[in-house]
């Protein structure tokens, strides 16, 4: 009976020697989850951030990109106005009736006196009547010409563009804020 005392104080005192290591290994994997646990909820509240950080610039960029193409389509438009304006312009005064382009013709020659005297006049086809009581030498109608004139010195060495296209072209670039503002505010 001895024996079997010593096998039963033997056994108990391993079994309580496994519980303990038994506990112990349970409290460490308990410890080694709980900062497992912390490690992932950091790393979920860095990627977290991360990820708002990443789509709130991707939205910002999202947003100016499209501020950017709208700007683009607006001056686009602004654009399509301006030279649609222009044209109709030009066009309008190509086809003022024949005593406007004889007023405008008569400033035209008033004006080039300072630079020639009494110069020749190159018009476009069929306005040569235009120019008759104006101070010109000779009118020469020119079918390159689309509206106004070209005043030359009676040598040839001094040329005036007083071309509509010439004219308006110089003051639409002049003017251009100025048309701007009062055509888009």
């Given at each position: ?13 391993a ?9 112990e ?18 790393m ?13 610039r ?5 947003l100016s ?13 602004k654009?399509e106005i301006l ?13 003022s009736?024949a ?11 008033d004006?080039?006196?300072?630079a020639i005297e009494n110069p020749?006049a190159?018009?476009p ?9 104006l101070?010109?030498s000779?009118a ?6 689309k ?15 007083m ?23």
């Amino acid at each position: 009976m001895a024996l079997e005392n010593v096998v039963k104080d033997i056994v108990e005192a391993a079994e309580a020697q496994a519980a303990a290591i038994r506990e112990e290994g349970e409290a460490e994997a308990a410890k080694l989850l709980a900062e497992a646990d912390a490690t992932v909820s950091d790393m979920k509240e860095k990627e977290g951030k991360r990820l708002e950080d990443t789509i709130e610039r991707l939205r910002r960029q999202e947003l100016s990109s499209a501020e950017l193409e709208s700007k683009k389509i607006v001056l686009s438009k602004k654009k399509e106005i301006l030279d649609r304006s222009s044209e109709e312009t030009l066009a309008a005064l190509q086809s003022s009736n024949a005593k406007t382009k004889k007023k405008y013709y008569g400033m035209m020659v008033d004006a080039a006196k300072q630079a020639i005297e009494n110069p020749k006049a190159y018009c476009p086809p069929g306005e040569a009547k235009n120019l008759k009581g104006l101070d010109v030498s000779e009118a020469v109608e020119d079918p390159a010409i689309k509206g106004g004139l070209i005043l030359e010195s009676a040598d040839g060495s001094v040329q005036l563009d007083m071309q509509f296209g010439s004219i308006l072209s110089g003051v639409w670039e002049r003017e251009m804020k100025t048309l701007s503002d009062i055509l888009f505010g």
